[in-house]
């Protein structure tokens, strides 16, 4: 599985220019790096000078760097077409524009996005995803959300009676358990979600914020609510640090700042701080970025191979897919047995991931029933038939 990195903070504060930067230094160093964004304002492609759309784009200019940005349009039917279809007469029946669901069920958007990301992660083709993600109250809502499903259920389940009508009488509890399973599924998909962002040999959240005090609050009440998760937040940007020049209106900035950093550090002294400079222009275009990159994580030196490496984020990375032979080893950590399946079609193997299907990247045809799967250590090791 690939690494995730999420960059998070309040709005305008400098998430799409350092994850963007993060990204262009990580390819660089020769890791192939997805990053993924789900601003509607397509402002990643404005970072990059490139334009992106629903599915991986190659960055022209950064060998090794892909792009997405998760389309706003998509609606969670395209998603979780069984749940759509169970929770049917509450989202409008036939009409695909009444979508009452996200007023049943809050942090649903978040779940779409969250849900695209792990198809991402699944894929073993990545060594590292980038997350530009929305402000760090979104990210709350969908973490809160299995509690919320489970709280709901029943209630939706009444509902759905109330308004499924002759239907529900005509169909009467039968129906009522489908929905119910379904939306058990779906509460354990992003429960699974969940523990993936929750697991630090996965997951790393950097914080951004500015050197002003309300920043800082904010960021300390952020790193709480996200510590009540578990979630690993392991570094902070603090973007924007005004630069020595000599002035007296520059220099009392600076000592302030430098007071409301020293706050940070004292209140979250594990947190590793980043400082960037504010510059003279806005950062636009893959130099810029790149002079970014080196002022947040200086330069990334990985060893060719293998092998795990610190990327100066606190996160072993593991390039590619492991491969000896006639084993393929996938890293699929938190998953159960029970949530894995293969199959085979025209000389490809497939592995289902909590039913979704991922081609298993192999150099000749095999077929399942030839293929011996074990899962140990959260690692899934298939062994193909030999020549
Ligand atoms: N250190 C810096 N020096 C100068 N300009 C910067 C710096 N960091 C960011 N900017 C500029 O500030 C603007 C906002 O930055 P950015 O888009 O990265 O913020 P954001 O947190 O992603 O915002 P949003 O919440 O709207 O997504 C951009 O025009 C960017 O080029
Ligand atoms: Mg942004």
């Not at 998430?15 to 192939?32: E, Y």
């Not at 489970?150 to 002759?166: F, L, N, P, S, Y």
């Not at 084993?327 to 497939?350: C, K, W």
Request: aromatic content about 4%; overall charge negative.
């Amino acid at each position: 599985m690939a690494r995730l990195l999420l960059f998070g903070g309040k709005g305008g504060v400098g998430k799409t220019t350092t994850s963007t930067s993060t990204a262009v230094g990580l390819a660089d160093s020769g890791l192939k790096v997805l990053l993924v964004s789900s601003d509607p304002a397509h402002s990643t492609s404005d970072s990059l000078g490139v334009q992106l759309g629903p599915e991986p784009t190659a960055v022209e200019g950064v060998d090794g760097l892909w792009g997405l940005e998760l389309d706003p349009e998509a609606r969670i039917s395209d998603h979780i077409p069984k749940l759509t279809e169970s929770l049917g007469p509450l989202m409008g029946g036939e009409n695909p524009d009444l979508n009452a669901s996200e007023m049943i069920l809050p942090g649903l958007d978040e779940a779409m996005a969250f849900d695209e990301l792990l198809k991402h992660l699944e894929n073993p083709d990545w060594d590292v995803i980038v997350f530009d993600t929305a402000p760090t109250g979104h990210t709350l809502r969908f973490l809160a959300l299995p509690e919320i499903i489970e709280k709901w259920a029943d209630k939706i389940i009444r509902m759905h009676r109330v308004t499924g009508g002759i239907r529900a009488l005509m169909f009467g509890s039968k129906d009522g358990e489908k929905m119910r399973d379904e939306l058990e599924k779906f509460r354990r998909r992003v429960l699974h979600v969940r523990r993936i962002l929750c697991n630090p040999d996965v997951t790393r959240f950097t914080l951004v914020t500015i050197p002003e005090k309300m920043g800082v609050n904010e960021t300390i009440r952020a790193h709480q609510a996200l510590d009540e998760f578990k979630l690993p937040v392991s570094g902070c940007v603090v973007n924007r640090m005004t630069p020595d020049l000599e002035h007296e209106f520059i220099q009392t900035r600076r000592s302030n700042e430098r007071k409301n950093v020293d706050d940070l550090s004292k209140s979250l002294p594990d947190l590793h701080l980043h400082e960037v400079e504010l510059k003279d222009s806005d950062i636009h275009g893959i130099e810029s970025l790149r002079n970014i990159c080196a002022e947040l994580h200086g330069e990334i030196n990985i060893s060719d191979g293998l092998g795990p490496f610190d990327i100066g984020l606190g996160l072993e990375v593991h390039r590619g897919t492991w491969s000896d032979g006639d084993n393929v080893l996938l890293h699929l950590p938190g998953i159960a047995r029970e949530d894995l399946s293969l199959r085979s079609e025209s000389g490809t193997v497939y592995v289902g991931i909590n039913s979704r299907e991922h081609p298993v990247p192999f150099d000749r045809p095999a077929k399942a029933s030839q293929v011996n799967a074990k899962l140990e250590d959260d690692i899934l090791r298939l062994t193909f038939p030999s020549e």
